[in-house]
């Protein structure tokens, strides 16, 4: 016997350019390296800011998701990007307050100062 299914086909939703940076600035605080990864190939902006000014990338380095900083720096984002949190700190300073060792030196070696 087939099973019968009650689904019904839905459009699929109309993304905001809101909607989209805020799933990125979700997907990298939370180091969803995949989800940023296809939320960049659909063109989605590197340096959207949340609420408080921070970019994904000080998202990620404040996490220490470094698998998630390689994405967003391959993909176009500003390593040098100060706005907003802790007097416009970049990316770099973020991850040596948050003890993350490992971050910032990746970091430097993709051309933070």
Do not use: Y
């Not at 220490?64 to 500003?78: F, K």
Request: proline share 4%.
């Amino acid at each position: 016997m087939k099973a019968r299914s009650n689904l019904v086909a839905l459009p699929a939703p109309e993304w905001t350019r809101a909607d989209s940076e805020g799933a990125l600035l979700l997907a990298a605080a939370r180091g969803r390296t995949v989800v940023v990864r296809s939320l960049l190939s659909q063109g989605v902006a590197t340096d959207a800011a949340d609420e408080r000014g921070l970019s994904p990338l000080v998202l990620a380095a404040r996490n220490n998701h470094i698998a998630t900083m390689r994405s967003l720096v391959e993909g176009g984002a500003d390593i040098e990007l100060r706005r907003g949190g802790t007097d416009g700190w970049p990316a770099l300073m973020h991850a040596i307050n948050g003890g993350h060792r490992l971050a910032a030196m990746a970091l430097l070696e993709w051309g933070a100062n």
